[in-house]
């Protein structure tokens, strides 16, 4: 792949930097002849040499020149760059530009008094030396590494025939560390518990597998290109990602004198992972246990590559993992210090030598990052970091890095793991860079490596492309234009590209050459592959069916992912990523989903299970609150059973892979409570979890329930200091109406609980009632506690706070609009001080009943749902969604949506906008005669229909009840289905939806 044609590249840059001055030309003038171009200096007699450049007026015309008194054509040499003349030449340039005849030549003939005797530069060689070696007459340092051309060439012994790198004055001398694993790293978790002492979790490993280390020789740089390359060439259907060079730019090539090394965990190594993950997990779910912190711990070597001898004084290590989900960014694990137990004192090392046995901690390892390294989803990347090197008079190298940057250009060459060459780097001079370096000046002159260029480069140092097989030799040339970093990359591999020898290099840019190999064909290179540790000779390294490429950049389910993002990632290692007996493949096939345990359905002992509400956990899974264990139980005054409902108040939580995490199986059932419920779910700013439902209490043959509001510390532990909340709002012992919390909001510290009570002695009158809590369960009087007594039917079903702590209240009230109206929609928003904003009554079918069930907000609108009774009476109810400003209250009729058909009973029972705007919508319908099924909708933010969301269930008696999105986009639909009609069954569902 080529993002330019070279040709194209090379005379923008001409133009760019050599084009002349438009002024020469008369305003007004006409003329289809290119102006001559301007050869400077004026020719003159000169001492040893002379720099010529050469110059054009007329804006985007290219420049040609002949240095053998022939004339130039458009064949001739490209001018890019000033040159330096040592003998007498005579210099002819044409100019020449598309749609324009060529201009005239222009001759310039320079006789240079050259003296090969004397010493321009006075670094000790002679000028004729200086031309044999290469070196540069004007710069006593040519390669700006701090040793004189001189020093390098006389006093420490550069042979080319013997070593062409060592001490070559066209190639600076930097010092190089290395650091080589010599065990595989050590995960540590550590786990607290109120009721027991603290426990150490270690990945324990055998002598075999901790002196296993599988290693390559990489560099981030390297591999982030490999992914990038590769992947705008995969071949299986998702959206390919543009070619990403974020992470190579020019600076980071400057001052690198490191080199890095990858780890792959082994099998055996992951699986000792996995377990000391599972014991994780497990322990956080005992009662009291908790994650307190970790360590990550790996026993090294530093070597001194390099031929110069440093002093090594400071020295932190760094380890990166790539992104498996976003593969041309790294993740930051953090930097490693020296253990307490090691000593690292100011050490001075040679060429060649080293230091064994040093011991690099991360002691605050955070408990996400932990999983991760345990999960094994990719290897490690190593490299010395904040390290402080100085030279043998005790001066740091910073000062020589920089004048080697103004004076060389990078050159790397990666031949990749599977040959035998270790990657190679070099910082070769380009005369002080006055002027630049062709590619055959670097390769063939100063590097002295072989290579093949046929309309592309096919072979170099004696590895040779074959394309045939997905092995190719891939180029990028980043340089700086107008001051913006630029990158240009040549791939035979998509197209041929010519005069490959000629391409000029200039001081502080970079060549990297890096050979291409997927030889097995399953879209990874063979660098992406000893980093996720991959077999590369095999494309599918589980045998599960999916190549390994699939596995790690992600595919398409058909039922569970939406949109062109939407992908999952399974393991290339385990061919049942989620190890729940079925691999991954079949899941795929069957449209499961084979990186989680969803979807979930809880089939308790018992006739009917009810979700009532969901909530996405900030560290990862969701919260699932509902009723369980709900028998009809029918009592008389002596206890005997005559009528009535048994049911447990449950909280559950699932990990995003479905699993469930045991200790927040928090239960409110026995003693006097024969009816229990959570019916509402909110996460507070103290990253609390608070739950508003009800609790009945039975003593007789009346029942009465009663508020009931509880508060869970973030392990699932219930909070008792100022918690739970029970409300009576008529104080009698032996009601037989109820009191209800439906829905519940959050601000601050501040913690909103509505829904409906009894207040006045009717027996049938529900009352519309609102309290406000601190977070320490003290309520909140002043202004607030409303409590309003429209009809007989006011209750409050959904409530939202908004970004400055006004809270919006929805639910219902009876003939409110008109005195036939029916059960009408009551929305009201309550200043932060408890007064109200503004007011809506509506009314859909005059008479009949409407409900609402879910309210929301998005920017400056509220939205809420819910259904409406129509003409032909109960037979058919269809769903509505409505929006209005948060300011004022008028409605939004572009957001105005509803649906439903003749004969069937729909209902929006739950709502969720996400944080790019999009809609989602749970609907329950029903046609006469038909089951119940649920229906998932989604409204993009611009309000067309999103068609990749027209998802359906049926079953005997299915009701969507919850919607939760985490904001990387996953969604969360919660609800029952009823294989029979006397058996609902909680379930969950999970979709994946494109970011």
Not at 424 to 448: H, P, W
Not at 896 to 905: D, R, V, W
Request: aromatic share 10%; glycine share 8%; hydrophobic share 35%.
């Amino acid at each position: 792949m080529k993002k330019t044609q070279n040709l194209i590249l090379l005379i923008f840059m001409a133009v760019l930097f050599f084009g002349c001055d438009n002024s020469t030309t008369t305003p007004g003038e006409q003329t289809n002849t290119v102006a001559s171009p301007v050869i400077a200096p004026e020719p003159d007699t000169t001492n040893d040499y002379v720099e010529v450049s050469i110059s054009c007026a007329e804006p985007g015309a290219v420049i040609y020149y002949t240095l053998d008194g022939t004339d130039p054509t458009v064949n001739s040499t490209l001018y890019t760059v000033p040159f330096i003349l040592y003998e007498d030449t005579t210099v002819k340039a044409v100019a020449a530009k598309a749609d324009m005849d060529n201009s005239g030549i222009t001759i310039a003939s320079y006789i240079v008094v050259y003296n090969p005797d004397g010493d321009v530069d006075g670094d000790g060689l002679l000028n004729s030396e200086e031309l044999t070696y290469g070196t540069s007459l004007m710069l006593a340092d040519t390669d700006g590494d701090g040793y004189t051309d001189y020093e390098e060439i006389r006093e420490l012994g550069f042979n080319s025939s013997i070593d062409p790198y060592k001490f070559n004055p066209l190639i600076s001398d930097i010092p190089e560390i290395q650091i080589l694993l010599t065990s595989a790293p050590k995960i540590i978790l550590n786990m607290e518990s109120s009721i027991s002492s603290a426990t150490e979790i270690t990945t324990g490993r055998t002598t075999e597998t901790a002196n296993t280390v599988t290693t390559s020789e990489t560099t981030t740089n390297t591999t982030s290109i490999e992914t990038s390359v590769s992947r705008s060439r995969k071949t299986f259907s998702i959206t390919s990602r543009p070619l990403a060079m974020s992470p190579v730019g020019t600076n980071n090539y400057k001052t690198t004198t490191t080199k890095e090394e990858s780890f792959a965990w082994s099998e055996e190594q992951s699986q000792e992972n996995r377990e000391s993950l599972s014991q994780s997990e497990a322990l956080s779910q005992e009662e009291g246990f908790r994650y307190i912190g970790g360590e990550l711990k790996m026993t090294v070597k530093l070597v001194n590559s390099g031929d110069i001898a440093f002093t090594l004084e400071s020295l932190l290590l760094s380890a990166v993992q790539l992104d498996p989900f976003y593969y041309e960014l790294t993740l930051p694990i953090g930097n490693l210090d020296i253990d307490s137990d090691s000593v690292f004192p100011p050490t001075t090392l040679g060429p060649g030598e080293e230091i064994t046995n040093l011991v690099f901690i991360k002691d605050d390892l955070d408990l996400t990052t932990a999983n991760d390294l345990l999960e094994s989803k990719s290897g490690l990347i190593i490299a010395p970091t904040l390290y402080e090197l100085k030279n043998e008079a005790g001066v740091a190298f910073a000062h020589d890095l920089t004048e080697i940057g103004a004076r060389t250009a990078t050159v790397i060459i990666d031949y990749g793991p599977l040959n035998s060459k270790a990657p190679e780097s070099y910082k070769v001079a380009t005369n002080g860079g006055t002027t630049s370096i062709t590619m055959d000046g670097i390769l063939t002159d100063i590097l002295k490596i072989p290579y093949v260029d046929d309309s592309g480069l096919t072979s170099l140092g004696g590895v040779e492309d074959d394309l045939a097989n997905n092995k190719s030799w891939n180029v990028i040339h980043l340089f700086t234009e107008g001051g913006v970093e630029d990158y240009e990359v040549y791939a035979k591999i998509d197209e041929e590209y010519s005069d490959f020898a000629n391409i000029a290099i200039s001081a502080g840019e970079v060549v990297q050459f890096i050979y291409m190999d997927d030889s097995d064909g399953d879209d990874l290179g063979a660098r992406e592959e000893a980093i996720f540790g991959t077999d590369p000779t095999l494309s599918d390294t589980d045998s599960d069916g999916l190549d390994d490429g699939v596995e790690i950049y992600g595919i398409s389910v058909s039922g569970i992912t939406r949109g062109d993002d939407a992908i999952l990632y399974t393991s290339p290692l385990a061919d049942d990523t989620d190890n729940d007996g079925t691999d991954d493949n079949t899941e795929v096939n069957a449209g499961t989903d084979p990186t989680s345990r969803f979807p979930i359905t809880r089939n308790y002992p018992t006739d009917y299970e009810y979700i009532r509400d969901m909530v996405v956990f900030p560290g990862g899974g969701i919260i699932v609150a509902g009723v369980t264990d709900v028998e009809q139980l029918y009592y008389d005054a002596a206890e005997t059973i005559l009528y009535g409902q048994l049911g447990t108040w449950q909280l559950k939580k699932y990990m995003d892979d479905g699993n469930e995490v045991t200790a927040w199986s928090n239960t409110k059932d026995g003693y006097n409570h024969r009816y229990t419920s959570p019916y509402a779910l909110v996460m507070g700013s103290d990253g609390a979890l608070y739950a508003a439902g009800v609790i009945t209490e039975m003593s007789n043959i009346a029942h009465e329930e009663n508020w009931h509001i509880a508060k869970y510390d973030p392990t699932g532990i219930e909070i008792t200091t100022g918690w739970p909340k029970t409300i009576d709002f008529d104080g009698a012992s032996s009601s037989s109406y109820h009191d209800r919390a439906l829905a519940i909001a959050s601000f601050e510290q501040y913690i909103y609980v509505g829904g409906y009570g009894h207040n006045n002695g009717s027996t049938y009158d529900k009352d519309w009632a609102l309290k406000k809590f601190n977070s320490d369960g003290t309520e909140v009087t002043s202004g607030w506690a409303k409590f309003i007594d429209i009809s007989e039917d006011d209750e409050i079903t959904g409530l939202v706070t908004d970004s400055v702590g006004d809270v919006y209240a929805v639910g219902h009230t009876q003939n409110i609009v008109d005195a036939t109206s029916g059960k009408d929609i009551y929305l009201v928003k309550y200043l932060a001080n408890g007064t109200e904003g503004w007011i809506k009554s509506l009314e859909f079918v005059t008479g009949k009943n409407d409900t609402v069930n879910d309210i929301a907000i998005s920017g400056d609108r509220l939205f809420i749902c819910g259904s409406v009774e129509m003409d032909d009476g109960y037979n058919t109810r269809k769903w509505w969604v409505k929006a209005f400003s948060l300011i004022d209250g008028i409605e939004d009729s572009s957001w105005e949506l509803s649906g439903g058909a003749q004969g069937e009973k729909a209902y929006a029972n739950a709502m969720e906008i996400d944080r790019h705007g999009n809609l989602y919508l749970a609907i329950q319908s029903q046609l006469s005669g038909y089951p119940s099924r649920w229906a998932i909708k989604r409204w993009d933010a611009d309000k067309t229909v999103n068609t990749d969301w027209n998802i359906n269930t049926s079953g005997d008696g299915d009701y969507p009840r919850a919607i939760a999105i985490r904001p990387s986009g996953e969604v969360y639909i919660a609800g029952e289905i009823a294989p029979g009609y006397f058996d609902s069954q909680w379930h969950i569902r999970k979709y994946y939806a494109e970011e």
